[in-house]
């Protein structure tokens, strides 16, 4: 009977709910290739449960306060940027792979999706679950053909997408459960997100992802502050101990893999005279300076109006040749920073409206007090990773920024709730 009754609610939810959405919550920390099956799904959910196109949600949406209008005014501007382009190849299959800046927010400028937050977390921690499964899986294939244990760390570790964009994920999946233990008021159910949030903690520290390590310290100063704060003494013991545990397990971590030298390369890369770096260093921070170097030449010799969509990465690769930063320009680095690359392109009017995406999206909606502390939390992660990653010019990056901010504005929550409340898991 248990399962005849749980077959039913399962049939139940596949019918009345927008599967798609949540389906997109699972595969974002999972597998970038995939996501174009969720967007599919979307649109034919949209078209096989008819529903009507909502002119009244269309005049609410379209405004200024909507992070999607500033989505498709970016994207307009990559468009502009084609017609003093030379490099038309590079422009149109640029402009073709930033398409979801503009499906997303026109999708949901006619629709306002429904669903039920507490649930649309879960499957994005789910799925960062599976893919720490997955990517351990195969690293572990690895290791039994080579034997080398560094088939568990860095970039060997991340067999789906580059390491910066999965730790960027894990941190926001890792946020969503340290909200989640603020908020459960079962011993059970806290011991079981602890234990998540170690497991998530320890794997972005052996990605060995910079901005995912500064991230998760935020993250860890933030909610233990915050948990210690509104929990019980009994709980809040049970937390500092296993926040010790996980400390010291991450410290062993990073002693004994190559992040130590990871970090002590980034120490020296940035104490010594940019004059003083070794142009032909292979060693990434140092690619990075050289790299916002070169982007900042561009920057002030195109202030207003860029190079054009097509030719930024032309422009910057000549410019990295000319400052002789020969391994820079070889591996063709874009900037490693979204708002210089678009300021290359597009002139001060691309990184603009870029800012005014992130600036909106923080702003208060109607209907979702409760969970705004949720959405700020996702933006900052975004918004520093978008600081040492061209975070817009994959799909690993570009599909989930454009699903979620425009599902964060746009949706409608089935269940609501306040920080104040318990979020069961």
């Avoid at 770096?277 to 010799?301: C, G, M, P, V």
Wanted: hydrophobic residues 50%; contains cysteine; positive net charge.
């Amino acid at each position: 009977m248990k399962a005849q009754e749980k077959l039913n609610r399962v049939q139940y939810f596949i019918l009345q709910n927008p599967v798609g959405l949540y389906l997109m919550a699972l595969l974002i920390p999972l597998n970038p290739k995939l996501l174009s099956y969720g967007i599919a799904l979307i649109l034919l959910e949209t078209l096989i449960r008819r529903k009507n196109v909502s002119i009244q949600n269309f005049k609410v949406n379209l405004n200024f306060k909507n992070p999607g209008i500033w989505l498709v005014v970016f994207y307009l501007f990559h468009l502009l940027g084609l017609f003093y382009s030379e490099n038309m190849k590079f422009g149109t299959m640029d402009i073709g792979m930033k398409a979801s800046l503009v499906i997303f927010p026109l999708l949901f400028l006619f629709y306002k999706p429904e669903i039920y937050w507490k649930l649309w977390i879960k499957f994005f921690v789910f799925g960062a679950i599976l893919s720490i499964i997955y990517n351990l899986y195969f690293s572990f294939a690895a290791y039994q053909t080579t034997a080398r244990f560094d088939e568990f760390l860095g970039v060997r570790l991340s067999h789906l997408m580059h390491r910066g964009y999965w730790a960027t994920y894990l941190t926001i999946a890792l946020f969503f459960v340290l909200k989640m233990m603020m908020q459960t008021k079962s011993l059970r159910k806290l011991t079981e997100l602890v234990l998540i949030a170690m497991l998530f903690a320890v794997l972005i520290v052996i990605s060995e992802s910079r901005m995912g390590l500064i991230i998760l310290f935020i993250l860890i100063v933030w909610g233990v502050f915050q948990i210690l704060r509104k929990m019980s003494k009994k709980n809040s013991i049970l937390v500092l101990t296993l926040v010790i545990v996980s400390g010291i397990v991450m410290v062993f971590s990073v002693s004994n893999s190559r992040l130590s030298d990871r970090l002590s390369e980034t120490l020296d890369a940035v104490s010594i005279s940019f004059e003083d770096l070794d142009k032909e260093s292979e060693e990434s921070t140092t690619l990075r300076l050289f790299t916002w170097y070169s982007s900042a030449q561009l920057i002030k010799e195109n202030f207003w109006f860029g190079v054009g969509t097509g030719d930024i990465k032309d422009k910057l690769n000549k410019r990295n040749e000319d400052n002789g930063f020969v391994q820079a320009a070889q591996q063709e680095l874009n900037s490693h920073n979204q708002f210089f690359n678009s300021h290359i392109a597009l002139g001060l009017f691309g990184p603009l409206s870029l800012l005014m995406v992130f600036i909106t999206s923080c702003l208060k909606t109607k209907g979702k007090e409760g969970i705004t502390s949720w959405i700020r939390g996702v933006i900052f992660i975004l918004f520093l990773s978008f600081l040492t990653e061209s975070f817009l010019e994959v799909q690993a990056g570009i599909i989930p920024f454009a699903f979620m901010l425009c599902l964060f504005y746009s949706m409608e929550l089935k269940s609501v709730f306040t920080d104040s409340e318990t979020l069961e898991t």
